[in-house]
């Protein structure tokens, strides 16, 4: 299994980190935006890309595993939370689908197309 700063991830995630690197972005793995000991609603997301320009941006990645070819209205929900969680000042959430990071390459460019370069 994958890891990225000590932490378990999937081979996307994996190549999504290699691409932030790679244009340089400063970021945060598994970061978390809430929690409450003990009740459902916790939420972890998947990347916090700092270097970006005016605010930080979210970014997912949308596995198959976890999550199907579409957005479902449950991503929808956590997406709305997110934002709201994050407060007015954060770029709109990025959402990366696996199929579009099955290799480096196409990670790179995915990542270059949504976020940019730092």
Known sequence: MPEIRGRGAS???ERV????DKYGHT???QFEIFTITGVKGSYVLDFLVKSTVPF???LEVFGAYWHSPDISRED???LQRIEFELGPN???TVILFG???????????AVLRTVGRA
């Open 11 to 13: 081979a996307e995630e």
């Open 17 to 20: 980190a290699k691409a932030l």
């Open 27 to 29: 970021w945060d793995f």
């Open 56 to 58: 930080s941006t979210p």
């Open 76 to 78: 929808q929900l956590r």
């Open 90 to 92: 954060i770029n709109e």
């Open 99 to 109: 199929k579009e990071l099955q290799t480096q390459a196409a990670a790179d460019e």
